[in-house]
């Protein structure tokens, strides 16, 4: 079964930017989409973005409002969250999880693998 590993997280101040990456065990992703989920102390998860391996479709979530980027980065075989002018309340532990149906969803319904999480904390 592929593990999924997210990486990239760290303290930084508001307005800063982050690039967080997700990698697959085995090198590659294969399947549907690769998406990007987020979840603070509290609070319920919440998807940020998906992107579909096939034909690098992108799919955000509403309150993103074009802060957040999702990209395949075929040199790394990663999938990655370029998180711009970051705010307080982007605190949260983000997880990234692939759908890997042959003819999944679009946008993914369900996934198939879920990595442990990587903490961004964004201070004031």
């Known amino acids: 079964q592929v593990q999924l590993v997210e990486s990239g997280g760290g303290l930084v101040q508001v307005g800063d930017s982050l690039r967080l990456s997700c990698a697959a065990s085995?090198?590659?992703?294969?399947?549907?989409?690769v998406s990007w989920f987020r979840q603070a102390p509290g609070s319920e998860r919440e998807f940020l973005a998906s992107?579909?391996?096939?034909?690098?479709?992108?799919y955000y979530g509403d309150f993103v409002k074009g802060r957040f980027t999702i990209s395949t980065h075929n040199a790394k075989n990663t999938v990655d969250l370029q998180m711009n002018s970051l705010r307080p309340e982007d605190t949260a532990t983000y997880y990234c999880?692939?759908?890997?149906?042959?003819?999944?969803?679009?946008?993914?319904?369900?996934?198939?693998?879920w990595g442990q999480g990587t903490q961004v904390t964004v201070s004031s």
């Open positions: 999880a692939a759908d890997m149906s042959a003819l999944g969803a679009w946008p993914p319904a369900r996934y198939h693998a």
């Open positions: 085995g090198g590659r992703f294969r399947g549907n989409a």
């Open positions: 992107i579909r391996l096939s034909t690098q479709s992108t």
